[in-house]
């Protein structure tokens, strides 16, 4: 079916989109959300074929889950490139689904599904504000720019706003995200401890010539875009 899109014209005459005068608005898949990340932050492994790979989990959830003791069920974690490839290759456990893809209504596998179901709950933002996956991909992304020669913090922000919604920001868009750029730069100056654990988020390698503070500062504010509304939703 071909999709339209929103005009005055059919937002009047179907407001509820009963009639599909529009294309839905929906939250991404589990799969698209990760790798778009990864994307974004330049990290994705394109790579086509080869093995599964074994990316990112909270420790202990497989032994936890395991029915006997008599074998090593200890999560064979991936290293290097292997963290960063497409979801697909993901190598998935049907008693022991990857916890990340489940939170965004991964299928189990466990049985055949025809229709994905689609929530939204608290538990998904703080999956894309506190997984590693995420928080790397946030890292990066203040890393690469950072690198970037800029005259202002404004000039900073804007080009990741536009890397993430590929729009320009709006004035009080930009306003909100610097000064919380500034306000946690101080924190983290005066917390240098803080700065340096979240400057070392996942295994992707540090620029150890970036001031710690500053890259911890900007990776919260790629944190922010990675969480909007308009970036994880297919419009």
């Known amino acids: ?38 994307a ?45 490839r497409r979801s697909l290759y993901t190598y998935w456990k ?29 538990l998904q933002a703080l999956v894309l504000m506190n997984d590693v996956t995420f928080v790397e ?6 890393q690469n720019e950072l690198k970037q020669p800029a005259d202002s913090i404004e000039e900073r922000v804007g080009r990741l706003f536009r890397l993430v919604t590929a729009r320009e920001p709006a004035g009080h868009e930009l306003e909100v995200l610097c000064n919380r750029y500034r306000r946690n730069l101080e924190l983290y100056r ?17 620029d150890e010539s970036l001031n710690p503070s500053e890259l911890a500062a900007l990776t919260t504010v790629t944190s922010v875009l990675l969480n909007l509304d308009e970036v994880i939703t297919k419009e």
């Open 94 to 122: 049907r008693t022991v689904a990857p916890p990340t893809l489940v939170t965004f209504d991964a299928t189990t596998r466990e049985s055949c599904v025809v229709n994905r179901s689609r929530t939204n709950t608290p």
């Open 1 to 38: 079916m071909l999709f339209r899109s929103v005009t005055p014209e059919l937002s009047l005459r179907d407001p509820e989109n009963r009639l599909m005068a529009r294309a839905s608005r929906f939250r991404m898949p589990a799969m698209i959300l990760r790798d778009w990340a990864l």
């Open 190 to 206: 005066e917390r240098p401890e803080s700065a340096l654990q979240l400057s070392r988020s996942g295994e992707y390698p540090v």
């Open 40 to 84: 974004t932050a330049g990290l994705l492994d394109v790579r086509i074929g080869g093995p599964p790979v074994y990316p990112y989990q909270p420790d202990g959830i497989w032994e936890s889950l395991a029915i006997t003791k008599e074998r090593d069920f200890t999560y064979p974690a991936s290293s290097g490139n292997d963290l960063y």
């Open 137 to 142: 991909a946030a890292r990066v992304m203040a």
